[in-house]
Protein backbone atom coordinates (compact mmCIF):
# COMPACT_ATOMS: atom_id res chain seq x y z
CA UNK A 1 0.00 0.00 0.00
CA UNK A 2 1.45 3.40 -0.59
CA UNK A 3 3.14 5.11 2.28
CA UNK A 4 2.92 1.28 4.30
CA UNK A 5 6.08 2.61 6.23
CA UNK A 6 5.93 0.98 9.71
CA UNK A 7 3.77 2.70 12.26
CA UNK A 8 3.26 2.58 15.84
CA UNK A 9 0.07 1.60 16.18
CA UNK A 10 -1.46 -1.50 17.36
CA UNK A 11 -3.09 -2.12 14.07
CA UNK A 12 -0.35 -1.28 11.98
CA UNK A 13 0.29 -3.40 8.68
CA UNK A 14 -3.37 -4.22 8.31
CA UNK A 15 -4.82 -3.04 5.02
CA UNK A 16 -8.79 -2.03 5.33
CA UNK A 17 -10.71 -1.96 2.01
CA UNK A 18 -13.66 1.14 3.06
CA UNK A 19 -16.53 0.23 1.03
CA UNK A 20 -18.50 2.39 3.90
CA UNK A 21 -20.17 5.92 3.55
CA UNK A 22 -22.27 7.77 5.41
CA UNK A 23 -21.33 8.07 9.58
CA UNK A 24 -21.85 4.25 10.79
CA UNK A 25 -19.11 2.56 8.82
CA UNK A 26 -16.59 5.50 7.98
CA UNK A 27 -16.42 6.16 12.22
CA UNK A 28 -15.81 2.60 12.37
CA UNK A 29 -13.11 2.38 9.31
CA UNK A 30 -11.21 6.15 10.75
CA UNK A 31 -10.99 4.36 14.46
CA UNK A 32 -9.09 1.68 13.21
CA UNK A 33 -6.86 4.26 11.04
CA UNK A 34 -6.27 6.38 14.10
CA UNK A 35 -4.94 3.15 15.55
CA UNK A 36 -2.67 2.49 12.73
CA UNK A 37 -4.40 0.88 9.62
CA UNK A 38 -4.41 1.45 6.31
CA UNK A 39 -7.50 2.73 4.97
CA UNK A 40 -8.61 3.11 1.43
CA UNK A 41 -11.99 4.37 0.77
CA UNK A 42 -13.42 3.51 -2.33
CA UNK A 43 -15.86 6.34 -3.36
CA UNK A 44 -18.72 6.41 -6.16
CA UNK A 45 -18.21 9.37 -8.93
CA UNK A 46 -20.10 11.63 -6.69
CA UNK A 47 -18.45 10.79 -3.49
CA UNK A 48 -19.46 10.21 0.07
CA UNK A 49 -22.75 11.89 0.74
CA UNK A 50 -21.31 13.25 3.77
CA UNK A 51 -19.29 15.50 1.57
CA UNK A 52 -22.34 17.38 1.12
CA UNK A 53 -23.56 17.59 4.08
CA UNK A 54 -23.40 21.02 5.32
CA UNK A 55 -23.50 23.76 6.21
CA UNK A 56 -20.98 24.09 8.61
CA UNK A 57 -18.12 24.09 6.50
CA UNK A 58 -14.31 24.49 6.92
CA UNK A 59 -12.86 25.94 3.93
CA UNK A 60 -15.45 25.18 1.92
CA UNK A 61 -15.40 21.47 3.13
CA UNK A 62 -18.83 19.64 4.85
CA UNK A 63 -17.71 19.63 8.72
CA UNK A 64 -19.69 16.41 8.93
CA UNK A 65 -17.32 14.86 6.14
CA UNK A 66 -14.43 16.10 8.14
CA UNK A 67 -15.07 14.59 12.10
CA UNK A 68 -15.16 11.21 10.40
CA UNK A 69 -12.85 10.80 7.83
CA UNK A 70 -9.16 11.26 8.85
CA UNK A 71 -6.23 9.07 8.12
CA UNK A 72 -7.95 7.78 4.89
CA UNK A 73 -6.68 7.27 0.91
CA UNK A 74 -9.38 8.15 -0.91
CA UNK A 75 -10.02 6.50 -4.32
CA UNK A 76 -13.05 7.17 -6.95
CA UNK A 77 -14.29 3.80 -8.29
CA UNK A 78 -17.34 3.41 -10.85
CA UNK A 79 -18.34 0.06 -9.81
CA UNK A 80 -20.34 -0.66 -13.01
CA UNK A 81 -16.81 0.47 -15.12
CA UNK A 82 -14.83 -2.97 -15.72
CA UNK A 83 -11.43 -1.58 -15.48
CA UNK A 84 -12.72 0.13 -11.92
CA UNK A 85 -14.39 -3.13 -11.11
CA UNK A 86 -11.30 -5.40 -11.31
CA UNK A 87 -9.65 -2.54 -8.76
CA UNK A 88 -11.97 -2.58 -6.44
CA UNK A 89 -11.98 -6.70 -6.56
CA UNK A 90 -8.00 -6.80 -6.27
CA UNK A 91 -8.19 -4.08 -3.37
CA UNK A 92 -10.97 -6.85 -1.77
CA UNK A 93 -8.57 -9.72 -2.54
CA UNK A 94 -5.33 -8.02 -0.89
CA UNK A 95 -7.47 -6.49 2.47
CA UNK A 96 -7.09 -7.37 6.07
CA UNK A 97 -10.61 -5.89 6.39
CA UNK A 98 -13.66 -5.25 4.26
CA UNK A 99 -16.25 -2.21 5.45
CA UNK A 100 -19.43 -1.78 3.53
CA UNK A 101 -22.79 -0.55 3.98
CA UNK A 102 -24.63 -1.25 0.92
CA UNK A 103 -28.39 -2.33 1.17
CA UNK A 104 -27.86 -6.17 1.84
CA UNK A 105 -26.60 -8.20 -0.74
CA UNK A 106 -26.10 -4.99 -2.92
CA UNK A 107 -23.04 -5.77 -3.74
CA UNK A 108 -23.37 -9.03 -4.92
CA UNK A 109 -23.88 -8.23 -8.74
CA UNK A 110 -20.20 -6.75 -8.61
CA UNK A 111 -18.76 -10.16 -7.25
CA UNK A 112 -17.91 -8.07 -4.29
CA UNK A 113 -20.30 -9.74 -1.42
CA UNK A 114 -18.80 -11.93 0.79
CA UNK A 115 -19.07 -15.27 -0.58
CA UNK A 116 -17.02 -14.70 -3.47
CA UNK A 117 -14.25 -12.25 -1.68
CA UNK A 118 -13.49 -14.60 0.43
CA UNK A 119 -13.70 -17.32 -2.08
CA UNK A 120 -10.35 -15.61 -2.96
CA UNK A 121 -9.20 -13.62 0.11
CA UNK A 122 -10.24 -16.69 2.97
CA UNK A 123 -8.44 -14.47 5.54
CA UNK A 124 -10.43 -11.48 5.07
CA UNK A 125 -12.90 -9.82 8.26
CA UNK A 126 -15.72 -8.84 5.83
CA UNK A 127 -17.84 -6.44 7.88
CA UNK A 128 -21.21 -5.40 6.77
CA UNK A 129 -23.27 -2.69 8.22
CA UNK A 130 -27.46 -2.41 7.72
CA UNK A 131 -30.29 -0.86 9.02
CA UNK A 132 -32.48 -3.74 9.99
CA UNK A 133 -30.19 -6.66 9.03
CA UNK A 134 -29.61 -9.11 6.20
CA UNK A 135 -32.43 -11.18 6.81
CA UNK A 136 -35.60 -10.81 4.02
CA UNK A 137 -37.75 -8.97 6.49
CA UNK A 138 -35.54 -6.21 7.17
CA UNK A 139 -33.03 -6.14 3.91
CA UNK A 140 -35.49 -4.34 1.76
CA UNK A 141 -35.57 -1.31 5.07
CA UNK A 142 -34.15 2.00 4.92
CA UNK A 143 -31.81 2.06 7.63
CA UNK A 144 -31.00 5.89 8.51
CA UNK A 145 -30.66 6.36 11.98
CA UNK A 146 -33.64 8.71 12.76
CA UNK A 147 -35.90 6.34 11.67
CA UNK A 148 -34.27 3.80 13.85
CA UNK A 149 -34.69 6.30 16.60
CA UNK A 150 -38.38 6.17 15.96
CA UNK A 151 -38.65 2.14 15.19
CA UNK A 152 -36.31 1.28 18.70
CA UNK A 153 -38.56 3.25 20.80
CA UNK A 154 -35.92 5.71 21.57
CA UNK A 155 -37.47 8.72 20.86
CA UNK A 156 -40.93 7.73 22.78
CA UNK A 157 -38.30 8.33 25.84
CA UNK A 158 -37.18 11.70 25.01
CA UNK A 159 -38.45 14.81 25.67
CA UNK A 160 -41.03 16.13 27.97
CA UNK A 161 -44.21 13.58 29.43
CA UNK A 162 -46.49 15.66 28.04
CA UNK A 163 -44.89 16.87 24.44
CA UNK A 164 -44.00 15.22 21.55
CA UNK A 165 -41.09 12.54 21.14
CA UNK A 166 -37.72 14.13 20.31
CA UNK A 167 -34.52 12.64 18.30
CA UNK A 168 -31.40 12.37 20.24
CA UNK A 169 -29.06 15.26 19.28
CA UNK A 170 -26.50 12.72 17.25
CA UNK A 171 -27.03 10.13 15.00
CA UNK A 172 -26.34 8.10 17.86
CA UNK A 173 -27.00 5.09 16.87
CA UNK A 174 -24.72 4.93 13.99
CA UNK A 175 -22.47 5.80 15.89
CA UNK A 176 -23.44 2.72 18.44
CA UNK A 177 -23.22 0.50 14.93
CA UNK A 178 -20.18 2.18 14.20
CA UNK A 179 -18.69 1.05 17.95
CA UNK A 180 -19.93 -2.55 17.57
CA UNK A 181 -18.88 -3.23 14.25
CA UNK A 182 -14.97 -2.12 15.31
CA UNK A 183 -15.49 -4.63 18.19
CA UNK A 184 -16.31 -7.20 15.62
CA UNK A 185 -13.64 -6.07 13.03
CA UNK A 186 -10.98 -6.50 16.50
CA UNK A 187 -12.71 -9.86 17.50
CA UNK A 188 -12.94 -11.79 14.32
CA UNK A 189 -8.58 -10.21 13.81
CA UNK A 190 -8.13 -11.72 16.32
CA UNK A 191 -9.53 -15.08 15.89
CA UNK A 192 -8.31 -15.36 13.17
CA UNK A 193 -4.54 -15.86 15.01
CA UNK A 194 -6.47 -19.06 16.05
CA UNK A 195 -7.88 -20.21 12.85
CA UNK A 196 -5.89 -18.30 9.69
CA UNK A 197 -9.10 -17.35 8.78
CA UNK A 198 -11.63 -14.45 8.37
CA UNK A 199 -15.34 -14.42 9.02
CA UNK A 200 -18.22 -12.02 8.02
CA UNK A 201 -19.38 -9.56 10.66
CA UNK A 202 -22.57 -8.51 10.64
CA UNK A 203 -23.84 -5.35 12.62
CA UNK A 204 -27.67 -3.29 11.96
CA UNK A 205 -28.64 -0.46 13.31
CA UNK A 206 -31.96 -1.69 15.07
CA UNK A 207 -30.06 -4.62 17.08
CA UNK A 208 -27.46 -1.33 18.24
CA UNK A 209 -29.99 0.24 19.43
CA UNK A 210 -31.72 -2.61 21.59
CA UNK A 211 -28.39 -3.02 23.21
CA UNK A 212 -27.87 0.71 23.65
CA UNK A 213 -30.99 1.45 25.66
CA UNK A 214 -29.87 -1.07 28.24
CA UNK A 215 -31.76 -0.64 31.07
CA UNK A 216 -34.29 0.67 29.31
CA UNK A 217 -35.36 -2.44 27.31
CA UNK A 218 -34.22 -4.32 29.94
CA UNK A 219 -37.22 -3.19 32.01
CA UNK A 220 -39.30 -4.24 28.89
CA UNK A 221 -38.08 -8.16 27.97
CA UNK A 222 -37.57 -8.75 32.05
CA UNK A 223 -39.54 -6.45 33.59
CA UNK A 224 -42.98 -6.28 31.27
CA UNK A 225 -42.77 -2.32 32.06
CA UNK A 226 -43.18 -0.23 28.90
CA UNK A 227 -40.83 3.20 29.69
CA UNK A 228 -41.99 6.03 28.27
CA UNK A 229 -40.74 9.92 28.09
CA UNK A 230 -39.92 11.25 31.98
CA UNK A 231 -38.48 14.67 30.86
CA UNK A 232 -34.73 14.80 32.28
CA UNK A 233 -35.72 13.02 35.21
CA UNK A 234 -34.59 9.39 35.58
CA UNK A 235 -36.81 6.21 36.26
CA UNK A 236 -34.77 4.37 38.59
CA UNK A 237 -32.75 7.20 40.46
CA UNK A 238 -33.55 10.53 42.32
CA UNK A 239 -31.61 13.28 42.37
CA UNK A 240 -30.32 12.49 38.98
CA UNK A 241 -31.22 15.20 36.89
CA UNK A 242 -31.26 19.26 36.29
CA UNK A 243 -32.23 21.48 39.55
CA UNK A 244 -32.55 24.96 39.16
CA UNK A 245 -30.18 27.55 40.85
CA UNK A 246 -30.12 30.91 40.90
CA UNK A 247 -28.93 31.89 37.67
CA UNK A 248 -30.15 28.07 35.89
CA UNK A 249 -30.08 24.47 35.82
CA UNK A 250 -27.30 22.50 37.64
CA UNK A 251 -27.32 18.76 36.54
CA UNK A 252 -27.14 16.76 40.11
CA UNK A 253 -26.54 12.93 40.34
CA UNK A 254 -26.48 11.25 43.96
CA UNK A 255 -26.46 8.13 42.68
CA UNK A 256 -26.22 6.08 45.88
CA UNK A 257 -26.81 7.00 49.96
CA UNK A 258 -23.51 7.95 50.81
CA UNK A 259 -23.52 10.78 47.43
CA UNK A 260 -27.18 11.55 48.85
CA UNK A 261 -25.99 12.18 52.95
CA UNK A 262 -23.27 14.38 51.21
CA UNK A 263 -25.55 16.27 49.01
CA UNK A 264 -27.85 17.10 51.83
CA UNK A 265 -25.04 18.11 54.02
CA UNK A 266 -23.35 20.59 52.27
CA UNK A 267 -27.02 22.06 50.95
CA UNK A 268 -27.45 22.61 54.59
CA UNK A 269 -29.67 20.58 55.43
CA UNK A 270 -28.54 16.94 56.74
CA UNK A 271 -31.71 15.66 58.34
CA UNK A 272 -32.72 15.45 54.49
CA UNK A 273 -31.14 12.11 54.80
CA UNK A 274 -32.53 10.31 57.83
CA UNK A 275 -35.78 11.11 56.91
CA UNK A 276 -37.95 7.68 56.18
CA UNK A 277 -38.93 9.17 52.78
CA UNK A 278 -35.90 9.66 50.75
CA UNK A 279 -32.89 7.18 53.31
CA UNK A 280 -32.93 5.15 50.48
CA UNK A 281 -32.63 5.44 46.37
CA UNK A 282 -35.81 3.61 46.16
CA UNK A 283 -37.85 5.77 49.07
CA UNK A 284 -35.95 8.84 47.12
CA UNK A 285 -37.02 8.19 43.72
CA UNK A 286 -40.82 7.10 45.25
CA UNK A 287 -40.82 10.34 46.87
CA UNK A 288 -39.27 12.44 44.21
CA UNK A 289 -41.99 15.22 44.45
CA UNK A 290 -41.41 15.69 47.69
CA UNK A 291 -38.19 15.59 48.32
CA UNK A 292 -37.31 17.82 44.50
CA UNK A 293 -38.15 21.02 46.08
CA UNK A 294 -36.53 20.78 49.32
CA UNK A 295 -33.34 20.45 46.99
CA UNK A 296 -34.89 23.41 44.84
CA UNK A 297 -35.61 25.62 47.80
CA UNK A 298 -31.35 25.33 48.71
CA UNK A 299 -29.95 25.09 45.28
CA UNK A 300 -32.19 28.94 44.31
CA UNK A 301 -29.89 30.78 47.27
CA UNK A 302 -26.87 30.20 45.17
CA UNK A 303 -25.56 30.15 41.36
CA UNK A 304 -24.24 27.08 39.54
CA UNK A 305 -21.15 27.30 39.22
CA UNK A 306 -20.87 28.14 43.48
CA UNK A 307 -23.03 25.00 44.14
CA UNK A 308 -20.52 23.26 41.61
CA UNK A 309 -17.47 23.89 43.07
CA UNK A 310 -19.15 23.09 46.82
CA UNK A 311 -20.93 19.68 45.67
CA UNK A 312 -17.85 18.86 43.80
CA UNK A 313 -15.76 19.06 46.56
CA UNK A 314 -18.30 17.10 48.71
CA UNK A 315 -17.44 14.05 46.19
CA UNK A 316 -21.15 14.06 44.95
CA UNK A 317 -21.16 14.12 40.85
CA UNK A 318 -22.81 17.33 39.39
CA UNK A 319 -22.16 19.92 36.73
CA UNK A 320 -23.46 22.87 34.67
CA UNK A 321 -25.10 22.19 31.18
CA UNK A 322 -22.89 23.25 28.31
CA UNK A 323 -22.80 24.36 24.59
CA UNK A 324 -20.34 22.63 22.59
CA UNK A 325 -18.41 24.37 22.84
CA UNK A 326 -17.80 24.44 26.54
CA UNK A 327 -18.05 20.98 26.66
CA UNK A 328 -14.75 21.29 24.53
CA UNK A 329 -13.21 24.01 26.82
CA UNK A 330 -14.12 22.23 29.74
CA UNK A 331 -12.26 19.05 28.54
CA UNK A 332 -9.27 21.32 28.20
CA UNK A 333 -9.45 22.56 31.64
CA UNK A 334 -9.23 18.93 32.58
CA UNK A 335 -6.16 17.93 31.09
CA UNK A 336 -7.48 15.79 27.66
CA UNK A 337 -6.50 17.79 25.21
CA UNK A 338 -9.46 17.14 23.24
CA UNK A 339 -8.47 18.90 20.18
CA UNK A 340 -5.74 17.77 17.57
CA UNK A 341 -4.13 18.19 14.38
CA UNK A 342 -4.48 15.86 11.61
CA UNK A 343 -2.23 15.86 8.75
CA UNK A 344 0.44 18.27 8.44
CA UNK A 345 0.53 21.88 6.31
CA UNK A 346 -1.90 24.10 4.57
CA UNK A 347 -4.34 20.84 4.36
CA UNK A 348 -4.04 20.25 8.61
CA UNK A 349 -7.60 19.86 10.03
CA UNK A 350 -8.55 20.35 13.60
CA UNK A 351 -9.89 17.29 14.63
CA UNK A 352 -11.41 15.82 18.03
CA UNK A 353 -9.05 13.10 19.72
CA UNK A 354 -9.63 9.45 19.24
CA UNK A 355 -11.03 8.82 22.80
CA UNK A 356 -8.58 5.60 23.94
CA UNK A 357 -5.21 5.91 25.39
CA UNK A 358 -2.24 3.79 24.96
CA UNK A 359 0.63 3.19 27.04
CA UNK A 360 2.90 2.11 24.36
CA UNK A 361 1.10 2.43 20.58
CA UNK A 362 -0.96 5.68 20.81
CA UNK A 363 -3.48 6.82 17.94
CA UNK A 364 -2.28 8.88 15.18
CA UNK A 365 -2.98 11.78 13.44
CA UNK A 366 -1.29 11.27 10.28
CA UNK A 367 -3.41 12.24 7.64
CA UNK A 368 -6.22 15.12 6.60
CA UNK A 369 -9.75 14.04 5.76
CA UNK A 370 -8.87 13.00 2.17
CA UNK A 371 -10.12 15.36 -0.83
CA UNK A 372 -12.39 13.18 -3.45
CA UNK A 373 -9.83 10.69 -5.10
CA UNK A 374 -6.64 12.41 -3.69
CA UNK A 375 -4.50 9.30 -3.71
CA UNK A 376 -6.39 7.39 -7.06
CA UNK A 377 -3.40 7.80 -9.23
CA UNK A 378 -1.35 6.12 -6.57
CA UNK A 379 -3.35 3.14 -4.88
CA UNK A 380 -4.76 2.21 -8.81
CA UNK A 381 -0.60 2.16 -9.59
CA UNK A 382 -0.38 0.28 -6.72
CA UNK A 383 -3.44 -2.45 -7.33
CA UNK A 384 -1.38 -2.62 -11.00
CA UNK A 385 1.87 -3.87 -9.62
CA UNK A 386 2.13 -7.76 -8.20
CA UNK A 387 0.96 -8.07 -4.88
CA UNK A 388 3.71 -7.42 -2.23
CA UNK A 389 5.41 -5.27 -3.98
CA UNK A 390 7.03 -2.35 -2.71
CA UNK A 391 5.23 1.18 -2.32
CA UNK A 392 5.58 3.32 -5.15
CA UNK A 393 5.99 6.99 -3.26
CA UNK A 394 7.43 6.22 0.20
CA UNK A 395 7.37 10.16 0.51
CA UNK A 396 3.58 10.42 0.30
CA UNK A 397 2.25 11.21 3.40
CA UNK A 398 2.02 8.68 6.75
Known sequence: MPGTERR?????GLLVADFSRILAGPYATMLLADLGAEVVKVEAPGGDDTRSWQPPVRNGVSTYYLGINRNKRSIV????????????RELARRADVFVENFKPGGLARFGLDYGTVAAGNPAVVYASISGFGSGPEGAALPGYDLIVQAISGLMSLTGDPDGPPFRAGISVFDVMAGLHATIGVLSALHARRDSGRGQHVE????????SGLVNQTSAHVAGGVVPHRMGNSHPSLFPYEPLPCSDGDLIVTAGNNGQFRRLAEVLGVPELADDPRFGRNEDRTANRAELRPLLVERLRTRTRMEWFRDIIAAGVPCGPINTIAGGVEFAREVGLDPVVTAGEGPEAVPSVRNPITFSETPPEYRLPPPSLDEHGAEIRHWLSAPAGA???DEESPA
Open 8 to 12: RGPLS
Open 77 to 88: LDLKDPGDLAAA
Open 203 to 210: VNLLSSAL
Open 390 to 392: AAP
